[in-house]
């Protein structure tokens, strides 16, 4: 009798132990999912930020709009990235408008394009009131990554140069754009 219970508690301590690893098991499973799951709804999240001259520069997340081909009316073949910083009237908005775009692909232009594509900022200060635009150079390439008329999806990286009302020249670096309607 004895031996019989030791067999027992033997079994019982291993019994218990599996159960105790198999929740852990189950928790650390469920946590991993659920982080994933996070991933990926965060992943169509609507952001646009860049760097000007070294320094962060982000749009608020309900100010961020981009279209492929949303409205003919608009333009030839416009697919436009947009956002600003904050509230009127020290908004920053930015704005990057592409003519003749086909489908994902690399877009390089100036202020001499043909098409008349465009890269503007405006009020990052009282000097510098507007950078780019069409009335001052700009230098920009865009990769764009991803495309959709039906739902409306642009995803892009960017740089580039403008000009300021200042007389000054900014350099924009690290561009990332995300826009899922």
């Known amino acids: 009798m004895i031996f019989q219970n030791n067999t027992n508690d033997k079994t019982m301590k291993k019994i218990k132990s599996i159960i105790i690893?198999?929740?852990a098991?189950?928790?650390?499973?469920?946590?991993s999912c659920s982080k994933d799951s996070k991933k990926t709804s965060s992943a169509g999240k609507n952001f646009l930020s860049f760097k000007i001259d070294g320094v962060l520069w982000e749009s608020k997340a309900d100010k961020v709009f981009g279209?492929?081909?949303f409205n003919e009316s608009l333009g030839n073949k416009l697919l436009q990235i947009s956002g600003s910083k904050g509230d009127a009237p020290n908004d920053q908005p930015f704005n990057i408008n592409i003519y003749n775009t086909l489908a994902e692909?690399?877009?390089?232009?100036n202020q001499d394009n043909p098409d008349n594509s465009v890269a503007q900022i405006a009020q990052l200060s009282e000097t510098k009131v507007l950078c780019g635009g069409s009335?001052?150079?700009?230098?920009f390439t865009v990769v764009v990554t991803k495309v959709s008329?039906?739902?409306?999806?642009v995803e892009a990286t960017f740089n580039g140069s403008m000009a300021c009302s200042d007389g000054s020249t900014i350099r924009i670096t690290d561009g990332k754009f995300s826009y899922h309607e």
Not at 105 to 109: L, P
Not at 135 to 139: R, S
């Open 21 to 23: 690893i198999t929740i």
């Open 25 to 31: 098991l189950c928790t650390i499973s469920c946590a």
């Open 67 to 69: 279209s492929y081909h």
């Open 105 to 109: 692909d690399t877009y390089t232009f």
């Open 135 to 139: 009335g001052y150079d700009y230098d």
């Open 149 to 153: 008329k039906t739902p409306q999806i």
